[in-house]
């Protein structure tokens, strides 16, 4: 498939690497961008050979949020018979993990894009923002709630009524991203993790992203039982004989992927 608005690599084996790639822009997520992006995606999670996608955009920016220019003309009844925004539900549905590789700009969008993700790798330069209320709008691709979730609701609220950023050390003092590199290494670093992800037997990751996602969604008690089905439904796969087998022959396994 050809895109015009994202880059498409695969740097490392297993590793899926999809960067944004309209710079003029910072990044800034037209429909074109986003649809070309969760067509990779999903293009990615279809692929058996890969194991863990990883979703960039520039040093400057990973995404200055929502294409302005695009949305300047559009009503509520455009919006509500159908947007690009309605598009968006498709990362949810990817299976494999995504891990946000953030440097310089992740403002409103783009932030929402990178909570999407599994992991949040960010350069020293990240600045994590949801600035909407100062063009008359609020977060609409889940920034309310993943945002809430992530820091807490003081934090949250001070991010998204007074247009405060987060640094890249607050982010990880908040537990919003997982680690923090200068800008020179980030996206190597990334893809070191992601090669990480991609080298475990991938049944097991997959139920695991599903698993923890439903803290999200589900009560403690209902999360439990679903947490057990998946955990005894692993017993029925080749990598469990195979990953306790090595364990004990103390080498190293052979993941089937099945
Ligand atoms: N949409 C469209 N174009 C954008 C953009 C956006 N979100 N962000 C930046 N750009 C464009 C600028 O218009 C500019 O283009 P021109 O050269 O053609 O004028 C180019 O990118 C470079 O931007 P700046 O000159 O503004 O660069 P800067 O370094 O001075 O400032 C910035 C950087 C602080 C990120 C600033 O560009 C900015 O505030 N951008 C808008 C951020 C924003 O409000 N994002 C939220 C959008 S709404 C949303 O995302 C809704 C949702 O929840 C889904």
Not at 73 to 102: E, L
Not at 158 to 182: C, H, K
Not at 227 to 236: H, I, P, V
Request: aromatic share 8%; glycine share 10%; net charge negative.
């Amino acid at each position: 498939m050809t895109y015009e608005t994202i880059l498409v690599e695969n740097p490392a084996p297993g590793v899926g690497l999809i960067r944004f790639n309209r710079p003029q822009a910072l990044n800034a997520l037209n429909g074109q961008m986003t649809g070309e992006a969760f067509s990779a995606m999903e293009t990615f999670d279809a692929d058996p050979s890969i194991g863990c996608i990883v979703l960039t955009g520039s040093d400057r920016a990973f995404a200055a949020g929502a294409d302005i220019k695009q949305m300047e003309d559009t009503d509520v009844i455009k919006m509500m018979s159908g947007s690009d925004f309605t598009d968006w539900s498709r990362m949810v549905r990817v299976r494999k993990p995504i891990i946000a590789a953030v440097s310089g700009w992740a403002l409103g969008g783009g932030c929402e894009l990178a909570m999407m993700c599994d992991m949040i790798v960010a350069s020293e330069t990240a600045k994590f923002g949801q600035p909407e209320v100062k063009i008359g709008i609020m977060p609409g691709a889940g920034g309310t709630q993943r945002l809430t979730h992530a820091v807490g609701k003081a934090i949250a609220m001070e991010v998204m009524l007074g247009d405060r950023n987060l640094t890249a050390q607050e982010a990880l003092q908040y537990g919003l991203v997982n680690r923090v590199y200068p800008v020179e290494n980030y996206l190597d670093e990334t893809i070191k993790l992601a090669g990480k992800v991609a080298g475990m037997p991938q049944v097991a990751v997959r139920l695991i992203k599903e698993t923890v996602n439903k803290a999200y969604e589900f009560g403690l008690s209902q999360a439990l039982d679903y947490e057990k089905r998946n955990f005894y439904l692993l017993f029925g796969t080749e990598d469990k004989a195979e990953g306790m087998k090595a364990f004990i022959e103390k080498r190293a396994p052979q993941w089937k992927n099945r």
